[in-house]
Antibody, heavy 117, light 107 residues
Framework: QVQLVQSGAEVKKPGSSVKVSCKAS????????INWVRQAPGQGLEWMGTIIPMFGTTNYAQNLQDRVSITADESTSTAYMELSSLRSEDTALYYC??????????WGEGTTVTVSS | DIQMTQSPSSLSASVGDRVTITCRASQSITTYLNWYQQKPGKAPKVLIYFASSLQSGVPSRFSGSGSGTDFTLTISSLQPEDFATYYC?????????FGPGTKVDVK
């Protein structure tokens, strides 16, 4: 069974960047389609973007595409989500998830990112 | 981007009630519609995919229907463990979008 383990909580200053990792185990990393989804406190789910490590292709939400970058390192089976120019509205729980037949089947435990001066 | 709406935004129900949540897409998404359940402090869990396919391990009291722009999630007999927030999500477009969620709480 595939498992996703995310990096620990981060506290960042406004205007800085954050990079969250998501390490996969139990499967063939290159075949995955990895999504990043975030959830602000008390709010709903927001899809941020997707990467297909096998092809190196990415797809980002329009409202974030200028600030988000999703990468993958096949040698360590790890995906990364970097968000730049952080503002208070980026305070959220950030999840990675695996796509299976067009639905998100496996989820990481989430990484809390707090943006505060 | 395809916009997703859900109604109601919240509802109060009792154990044993039949619960129906609706989801609407801003354009046809055929049956590329998934339903997730999320409990406080937990990651979402897929219940229904492709509008009506029940994910393995999910109780049969959950069902989904619809196609095109209008979809429904039904819980036939609400159980104590079903109090949670439910989200629809479209995967027709490669830019996925979620609905705003429906919170089901105790009446």
């Amino acid at each position: 069974q595939v498992q996703l383990v995310q990096s620990g909580a981060e506290v960042k200053k406004p205007g800085s960047s954050v990079k969250v990792s998501c390490k996969a185990s139990g499967g063939t990393f290159s075949t995955y389609v990895i999504n990043w989804v975030r959830q602000a406190p008390g709010q709903g789910l927001e899809w941020m973007g997707t990467i297909i490590p096998m092809f190196g292709t990415t797809n980002y939400a329009q409202n974030l595409q200028d600030r988000v970058s999703i990468t993958a390192d096949e040698s360590t089976s790890t995906a990364y989500m970097e968000l730049s120019s952080l503002r208070s509205e980026d305070t959220a729980l950030y999840y990675c998830s695996l796509l299976q037949d067009y639905y998100m089947d496996v989820w990481g435990e989430g990484t809390t990112v707090t943006v505060s001066s | 981007d395809i916009q997703m709406t859900q109604s109601p935004s919240s509802l109060s129900a009792s154990v044993g009630d039949r619960v129906t949540i609706t989801c609407r897409a801003s354009q046809s998404i055929t049956t590329y519609l998934n339903w997730y359940q999320q409990k406080p402090g937990k990651a979402p869990k897929v219940l229904i995919y492709f509008a009506s396919s029940l994910q393995s391990g999910v109780p049969s009291r959950f069902s989904g229907s619809g196609s095109g722009t209008d979809f429904t999630l039904t819980i036939s007999s609400l159980q104590p463990e079903d109090f949670a927030t439910y989200y629809c999500q479209q995967s027709y477009s490669t830019k996925f979008t979620f609905g705003p969620g429906t919170k089901v709480d105790v009446k």
